[in-house]
């Protein structure tokens, strides 16, 4: 009786673990992630301390949202921090 050959399979590669695909953030992130948080911080409150002169006058109370609009940049980037 013929002998019958056998289907040739694919190679299946094996799946990657979490370890051999993480990469850490690049040196320039914290700095920049924690910067844009005090940055927006300070904005806002030198918006409050000057009583609206300062950091852009004719924006008025829109330096309050430019100023969390920067520190949300820099929380958001907390979500992609890894150490």
Known sequence: MPVSKPRKTARVAPPTSAA???KP???WFKPVMFGLMIIGLLW???FYITEGAFPVQSWGSWNIV???GIAIIGFLMTTRWRS
């Open 20 to 22: 051999e695909s993480y």
């Open 25 to 27: 953030n690049p040196v």
């Open 44 to 46: 806002i409150i030198t």
């Open 66 to 68: 430019a100023g969390f």
